[in-house]
């Protein structure tokens, strides 16, 4: 086995939260090319792609450099949408970075990276990041995870799970929009149909989950997505003091030294 390693990023535009926002601007940068030039830093990536159905996405690729798929409009799963492209990459791990992850930590993708080489029966893994803060615990747009001792994962849910009150609540998971899978797993995903506790959670992992499969949890620092309008404009505010956007974006002569 090879181990080579491929990271397919999946984006449309029609969200239904934020219409087009893959090319949404982040201090002068489309999210996409924040999310792509991110995932570029991990050591034990070899290629990146972005899977879409939309020209103007691929257009938007092709600008900064990066090598876009098409694939069908009918996905309303990004993982299907990985899958899909994925037919055609030659690769025996495939990362599925979702498209609004600006935040995205090069080091935690090689981390899972390293923790898929080193034990090839683990089929999948999905980060998470523990959840400390009451409001993000009951946003319904933040899926939440429960995980056995073994750090397999039980069950996700946009539900405020496990049950807790706001006097004693302290920590919960959070689900990572960032899945790894051996390659010959994911096509096998992408041959099931959507399964109800998938639709119900609108949880593309739950359909693993249901056809009796593991997922593996690893734990990592939190990674903020972009789900709204309002939420781009906190997100700005948290990259200009990002190290990382300043060393993708901020030119070395204009770096405090």
Known sequence: ??????????????????????????????????????VKLAKEIDEIFIATCDREIAA???????????????????TDRVAE???SVQADIVINVQGDEPLVDPFSLDKAVLAMKQD???PCINLIAPIVDWEVFVDRNVVKTTITPQNNVLYFSRQAVPTS???NFKQAWKQI??????????????GWPQTPLEQAEAVDMMRILEHGFPIKALA??????????????AMEKILREDPLYNQIFVPAFSQPK
């Open 1 to 38: 086995m090879t181990n080579k390693v491929a990271c397919i990023i999946p984006a449309r535009m029609a969200s239904t939260r934020f219409p087009g926002k893959p090319l949404a601007r982040i201090l002068g940068h489309s999210m996409i090319e924040h999310v792509y030039r991110r």
């Open 120 to 122: 090839p029966k683990i």
């Open 60 to 78: 938007e690729a092709q600008k900064f450099g990066a090598e876009a798929i098409m694939t069908s409009y009918k996905h309303t799963r990004g």
């Open 220 to 233: 990592v620092q939190d990674m903020i997505s972009v789900d709204t309008p309002a939420e781009l404009l």
């Open 85 to 87: 492209a994925a037919q």
């Open 177 to 190: 929009g960032i899945y790894f899978f051996r390659r010959e797993f994911l096509l096998q995903f992408y």
């Open 165 to 167: 009150t706001k006097e």
